[in-house]
């Protein structure tokens, strides 16, 4: 199984928001992360957050990082329909990417 | 998108051949990955290099081989490709160190592979 996990499909409306949610395993990860995937694309760094913070907001991308319970999640604000794609959470080992399977966000007129 | 550039983008080939995937990058990044990337999998890393010719397993390396010769091509070979190696596959880059160890990764458009 995955080292990190996600749940695989999230379906909102436009204008609502969307809360992905992760869970990892390694507790010594230095950095989280969030890449975006569109279709027959590479991914895309979306955000981060450093494992001393709690929270890490960047325009309609709130991180949240809850360490005791391995959790992260991304909500994106006033989802719109070009935010559809498929959203991987990554922890970093030194130099090692550990990626969830990914949850493809649909997002409905 | 970072200088990456995965060669060729699409490949069909059959069972028992050779296959080289191609990455570049304009970047002088140190770091170079292989991953595949299949359907409830997310990506899993083949193979990484943290320099010219110094390569290292990833958690699916069987069957693949490596090479960097220059900083800014890093080969990915199966000697001899199977059904189970079909998958796309994205090369990444990233400026990791020990003084700055946000694994930040770019990654390419990914090579689709079908093997026959």
């Known amino acids: 199984g995955e080292d990190v996990e996600q749940s695989l499909f999230l379906s909102v409306r436009e204008g609502d928001s969307s809360v992905i949610n992760c869970t990892y395993t390694?507790?010594?990860?230095?950095?989280l992360y969030w890449y975006k995937q569109e279709p027959g694309a590479g991914l895309q760094l979306l955000t981060y957050?450093?494992?001393?913070?709690d929270m890490k907001q960047d325009q309609r991308l709130t991180v949240l990082l809850n360490k005791k319970d391995k959790h992260l999640s991304l909500r994106i604000a006033d989802t719109q329909t070009g935010d559809s794609a498929i959203y991987f959470c990554?922890?970093?080992?030194?130099?090692?990417?550990?990626f969830g399977a990914g949850t493809r966000l649909t997002v409905k007129p | 998108d970072a200088g990456i550039t995965q060669s060729p983008r699409h490949k069909v080939t059959e069972t028992g051949t050779p296959v080289t995937l191609r990455c570049h990058q304009t970047e002088n990044h140190r770091y170079m990955y292989w991953y595949r990337q299949d359907p409830g999998h997310g990506l899993r890393l083949i193979h990484y290099s943290y320099g010219v010719k110094d390569t290292d397993k990833g958690e699916v390396s069987d069957g693949y081989s490596v090479s960097r010769s220059k900083t800014e091509d890093f080969l990915l070979t199966l000697e001899s490709a199977t059904s189970s190696q079909t998958s796309v596959y994205f090369c990444?880059?990233?400026?990791?160190?020990?003084?700055?160890?946000?694994?930040?990764?770019?990654f390419g458009s990914g090579t689709q592979l079908s093997v026959l």
């Open positions: 957050i450093f494992s001393n913070m």
């Open positions: 990444a880059i990233s400026e990791w160190s020990l003084q700055s160890p946000n694994e930040k990764l770019f």
């Open positions: 390694d507790s010594s990860s230095t950095y």
């Open positions: 990554a922890e970093s080992r030194g130099n090692d990417m550990r």
